[in-house]
């Protein structure tokens, strides 16, 4: 998992990553074991209230989030979000870094 061997450099900048799935619990629950996620996984249990709000409930017509990287401030205002166009693509980690850099200098 790319992102999660990029922690520190992607921590270095003042960021702290979140991810929430929607997956039940146990599927969830798996993958960070299988992949060794280092920062915290929210689990919503099949709820969609948090991916709607966002806009990205069923964007490829597969009742799942679309995979999608917000950047919200200490304020809590969204400043910038990529959203995947489909559900097996990931935004490269240097990428991210390149994103964080020109929005928290």
């Keep these: 998992m ?3 061997e990029s ?7 003042g960021t702290r990553v979140l991810a929430i799935s929607v ?7 798996y993958a960070v074991q299988a992949f060794g996620a280092g920062f915290p996984v ?10 709607e709000a966002y806009g990205v409930w069923n964007l490829h017509r597969d009742n799942l989030a679309a995979p999608s990287l917000f950047l919200i401030d200490t ?7 990529h959203v995947e ?5 990931r935004l490269d980690t ?11 200098s």
Excluded: F, M
């Design 7 to 13: 922690i520190d450099r992607i921590e270095a900048t």
């Design 2 to 4: 790319e992102l999660t």
């Design 94 to 104: 240097e990428r991210i870094l390149e994103v964080l850099e020109q929005n928290l």
């Design 23 to 29: 997956d039940d619990l146990q599927g969830a629950d």
């Design 42 to 51: 929210l689990y919503t249990s099949g709820a969609r209230e948090i991916p």
């Design 85 to 89: 166009p489909g559900p097996y693509h």
């Design 75 to 81: 304020t809590g205002e969204l400043i910038w979000q």
